[in-house]
């Protein structure tokens, strides 16, 4: 007996150079009662032509092409809406996954609405690194949706989610990344469980949209303070205007955001670094930071906006 259909949402965009292997560990996948929904984001490279050969001799995988670009965000959302299971589990191209995976994760989701693991990371050849997320942030489990407002560890490869989960999320929004809402909304309805067992090779890419251990990137641009500052308070606009569940919960985030957006009228926050300093230990709880790295946190928000953008404005000129 298994629980029921799991649904593999996979996005590909320009991912020939290892998507064989990663399809391969999908397909190996021990779960009996599976799909694999995978939408290309308007690939240039043989991308779809693996897609094709795959799909013609693996029934369960279904795929799909988009006309226009969506990015990355639009296109998970739009695999999502294509899953037909009752779990539905998030996938990345470029990824090595155990053969236990989707097993062990139908297994230990119990209660909760939403379940991650742990991952090892390797470089791009496959290579191992010899850490794991777990090493460099910190991994929650619970029903609060504080501990998502300055950060993530619920890594969208690492998930999985029980269908019910998106009468919750509503439309994905390009501000907040895709893991980070599913996981916020989960806090919110059901709760969120971490499975200490790390179940994917999780390759890591100079370029790559988002990279955990922080290697150096060339040609980026690193967002100035005031961006920052605008950042934080649009992410807090959308988290502040989602229907809670808990009051208590509701209160808090309105009133952060509240205080954020009067940092960006003055010149000094203090009240707003204060409230920061007494829930550090929320707010902060996925850095893997010293108690004195949470206070120097806090007393950064002591700083408004108009105080940024004038020194911003003097290193400039």
């Known amino acids: 007996m298994t629980a029921g259909l799991v649904s593999i949402a996979l996005c590909t965009y320009n991912g020939a150079g290892y998507l064989k292997e990663q399809l391969d560990t999908l397909i190996a996948q021990t779960y009996p009662d599976l799909e ?10 043989d991308t779809a032509a693996i897609l094709h050969d795959y799909a013609a001799r693996h029934p369960r995988l279904k795929v799909h092409f988009n006309t226009d670009n969506l990015g990355y965000t639009k296109n998970f959302e739009k695999a999502i809406s294509l899953c037909t299971g009752d779990y539905i589990a998030l996938c990345d191209q470029d990824d090595i996954w155990d053969k236990n995976k989707i097993s062990v994760m ?35 489990s619970g029903n609060d949706c504080r501990y998502f407002l300055f950060g993530n560890c619920v890594l969208g490869h690492a998930t999985i989610f029980k269908k019910e989960l998106l009468k919750f999320t509503g439309a994905f929004n390009d501000t907040i990344i895709h893991d980070r809402w599913l996981a916020y909304v989960a806090a919110n ?35 100035s303070s005031v961006d920052k500052m605008q950042f934080q308070l649009d992410v807090l606009n959308i988290f502040a205007a989602y229907p809670f569940n808990a009051d208590a919960q509701a209160r808090f985030v309105k009133k952060m955001r509240n205080l954020m957006q009067r940092r960006m009228q003055s010149y000094t926050s203090f009240t707003l670094a204060y409230f920061i300093f007494i829930h550090r230990n929320v707010l902060f ?20 906006y108009k105080i940024k953008k004038l020194t911003l404005f003097n290193v400039e000129r």
């Open 36 to 45: 694999i929904v995978a939408v290309d984001d308007c690939s240039k490279d």
């Open 106 to 140: 139908v297994e230990l989701i119990g209660d909760s609405i939403l379940a991650y693991h742990d991952s090892e990371f390797v470089d791009e050849q496959g290579k191992p690194l010899n850490k794991k997320a777990s090493d460099v942030q910190n991994c929650y």
């Open 189 to 223: 309805n059901g709760g969120i469980a971490f499975i200490n067992q790390a179940l994917v090779k999780y390759r890591q890419h100079f370029n790559a949209n988002t990279n955990i251990l922080k290697q150096e990137r060339a040609n980026r641009t690193k967002s």
């Open 285 to 304: 709880y996925i850095l893997k930071k010293s108690t004195l790295s949470k206070i120097n946190l806090s007393l950064k928000f002591v700083w408004g």
